[in-house]
């Protein structure tokens, strides 16, 4: 999707998961659907997750990944300061490859205290995010 992005990163569809209505259009992912996403992605919960976007303060659609994330059974994400902006300024390594990693198993733990109440409501974030793996 993009040109260039962090060495080892995947691109991940903060909409994935999703069975978008008219009433709300960026709803709560089904969890069963999120899971097999991110099993499908190569991403466990065990897996520590550097989450990062390409959004001018570089954590508009990455906070929306990193609650999902933690809401649904991963402890290990960080959201990266500044996004892939900040990653540039530095001068780090970008690349155009594609890596794919081996589909695993990532078991729904959900953490009820980041579980919204309304949990098949709405958040209102666009982007997508790409994961960065240490």
Same mark, same amino acid.
């Given at each position: 999707? *993009?040109?260039?992005?962090?060495?080892?990163?995947? *691109? *991940?569809? #903060?909409?994935?998961? $999703? @069975?978008? #209505?008219?009433?709300?259009?960026?709803?709560?992912?089904? #969890?069963?659907?999120?899971?097999?996403?991110?099993?499908?992605?190569?991403?466990?919960? +065990?897996?520590?997750?550097?989450?990062?976007?390409?959004?001018?303060?570089? $954590? &508009?659609?990455?906070?929306? &990944?990193?609650?999902?994330?933690? &809401?649904?059974? =991963?402890?290990?994400?960080?959201?990266?300061?500044?996004?892939?902006?900040?990653?540039?300024?530095? =001068? *780090?390594?970008?690349?155009? @490859?594609?890596?794919?990693?081996?589909?695993? @198993?990532? +078991?729904? +733990? @959900? =953490?009820?205290?980041?579980?919204? $109440?309304? &949990?098949?409501?709405?958040?209102?974030?666009?982007?997508?995010?790409?994961?960065?793996?240490?």
């Amino acid at each position: 999707k *993009f040109r260039s992005h962090i060495k080892n990163a995947q *691109f *991940f569809d #903060t909409f994935s998961g $999703f @069975e978008p #209505t008219k009433l709300f259009p960026k709803e709560w992912p089904q #969890t069963d659907k999120f899971a097999q996403y991110l099993s499908d992605l190569g991403i466990s919960n +065990k897996h520590n997750v550097i989450i990062y976007d390409r959004s001018q303060y570089g $954590f &508009a659609a990455a906070s929306r &990944a990193w609650l999902h994330l933690r &809401a649904f059974g =991963n402890e290990r994400v960080s959201i990266l300061n500044g996004g892939i902006n900040a990653w540039k300024n530095k =001068n *780090f390594e970008l690349t155009s @490859e594609i890596k794919s990693y081996p589909k695993v @198993e990532f +078991k729904i +733990k @959900e =953490n009820k205290t980041l579980v919204p $109440f309304w &949990a098949s409501s709405s958040i209102f974030l666009s982007e997508s995010v790409d994961l960065y793996r240490k």
